[in-house]
């Protein structure tokens, strides 16, 4: 199988349905899905490497394979109503994922910084580009494309699992987390 097709030379891609130039905003949402997903690989390949964190690793394979459900999700440029893959149970279990790893982080107070071990720093990247994706679907929706609801909430609830993983992973690891030092004490306690 070869690898180049040569079809796309002219700036033009396929999509589920026909063919859309390679920065038509259907594109840009579900390639910026693709790159998320090449960080998570990437946070899962730290993760593995520590036995306190095999956990998370296992969900961050489980999170690639939805995050694939959710780039074929907005790959259709048939704008006909698709038989959509992802459902609302992943966003749902993300949240019951989220929910225990806040439990394994100390009470957060003050804004955080991007870092402490190489697994946090890996998961804070990946909750960047989250909420880039985010962003390109909630344009691809506002400009009148049809959009899977549930992928929308997932990347959405995926951003919030990222920044509670970051903050157990360094909590696992016992690596503080790198606390913004012009901070200001800005979340009340809820324990």
């Known amino acids: ?56 690793a296992e969900q961050l394979e489980t999170i690639m394979q939805e995050l694939f459900d959710c780039g074929s999700d907005l790959a259709y440029a048939d704008e006909k109503q698709p038989v959509y893959k992802l459902t609302k149970e992943p966003a749902q279990r993300l949240e019951a994922w989220i929910d225990e790893w806040v439990a394994q982080a100390p009470e957060i107070t003050r804004f955080i910084l991007p870092g402490g071990s190489e697994p946090s720093a890996a998961l804070h990247v990946c909750r960047t580009v989250c909420r880039r994706a985010e962003r390109r679907i909630v344009t691809l929706a506002a400009a009148g494309h049809p959009v899977n609801d549930e992928v929308l909430a997932y990347v959405n609830r995926l951003s919030d699992y990222m920044f509670a993983a970051a903050r157990a992973a360094n909590a696992l690891l016992q690596v503080d987390d790198v606390v913004y030092a012009r901070s200001a004490e800005v979340f009340r306690k809820s324990r």
Request: zero cysteines; glycine letters at 10%; aromatic letters at 6%.
């Open 1 to 56: 199988m070869k690898l180049y097709t040569r079809t796309g030379d002219k700036g033009q891609t396929s999509l589920i349905g026909g063919r859309v130039a390679k920065d038509d905003a259907r594109v840009e949402a579900y390639g910026t899905l693709d790159e998320l997903n090449a960080f998570v690989g990437q946070a899962a390949a730290l993760a593995i490497r520590h036995p306190e964190l095999q956990v998370m």
